[in-house]
């Protein structure tokens, strides 16, 4: 099947800074990924959807200024979190919908756990 | 808001079949019934999809009813592998993202 990988699986970082997350589709091409965040115990929840070469269409209650999606080519997406703080700590999941196919299947990445001190 | 509605959990005992059931009572026409799982700490792993008619592949079995207003996933010999998160969802065929619900936290026991 597809593959979806994202880097880095798991960061620590301290508080104030940014961190990039990226999203790969290794072996396809997707011109629709979409951003979820998990807290621990609970579901995952859609952020963001990035469609590629044009602006991120992000779910009420997130902060564009706060996670930077960019799309900009066919097979790379990423996220930034700006400023990052504690509350900010969770599990960053990317997925991606194969450009031109018909499977109806999402294929997600492996996650990346993010840690502010 | 999650379309489905699914029990918080359940155990199922090492090589008996695991049934893991979900109510679409909303479901439209055009949408298909998506059962992904997630093992902890990991990204969700597609399992099967349908629209009307029951679907094998090699990891399950779904099963939809006739009015699609509900359906069961089966993993015919569960191991303590298949422990995990179990999400049902569903989805308009092409486009749409996915929204997820608290799913079935399955627990295969030895």
């Known amino acids: 099947g597809a593959v979806v990988s994202q880097h880095p699986s798991w960061v620590i970082c301290k508080s104030g800074t940014s961190v990039k997350i990226e999203c790969r589709s290794l072996?396809?091409?997707?011109?629709?990924m979409f951003w979820y965040r998990q807290f621990p115990k609970q579901s995952l929840m859609l952020m963001a959807t990035?469609?590629?070469?044009?602006?991120?269409?992000?779910e009420q209650g997130v902060e564009k200024d706060k996670f930077l999606i960019n799309h900009a080519s066919l097979t790379l997406s990423t996220l930034t979190v700006t400023s990052a703080h504690p509350e900010d700590s969770s599990f960053y999941i990317c997925?991606?919908?194969?450009?031109?196919?018909?499977?109806?299947?999402?294929?997600f990445g492996e996650g990346s756990r993010l840690t502010v001190l | 808001d999650a379309k489905t509605t699914q029990p918080p959990s359940m155990d199922c005992a090492e090589g008996r079949a695991a049934n893991l059931p979900c109510n679409h009572s909303t479901i439209s026409g055009n949408e298909y019934v998506y059962w992904y799982r997630q093992i902890h700490s990991q990204g969700p792993q597609y399992i099967i999809h349908?629209?009307?008619n029951n679907e094998t592949n090699e990891m399950a079995s779904l099963i939809i009813t006739e009015d699609r207003k509900s359906s069961t996933l089966i993993l015919p010999h569960a191991t303590l592998r298949d422990t995990a998160v179990y999400y049902c969802?569903?989805?308009?065929?092409?486009?749409?993202?996915?929204?997820f619900g608290p799913g079935t936290r399955l627990s295969v026991l030895p």
């Open positions: 349908g629209l009307k």
């Open positions: 990035s469609n590629e070469g044009s602006k991120a269409t992000y």
């Open positions: 997925s991606a919908l194969p450009a031109g196919e018909d499977t109806g299947e999402l294929f």
């Open positions: 072996d396809f091409q997707a011109t629709t």
């Open positions: 969802i569903v989805r308009a065929y092409y486009g749409q993202n996915f929204v």
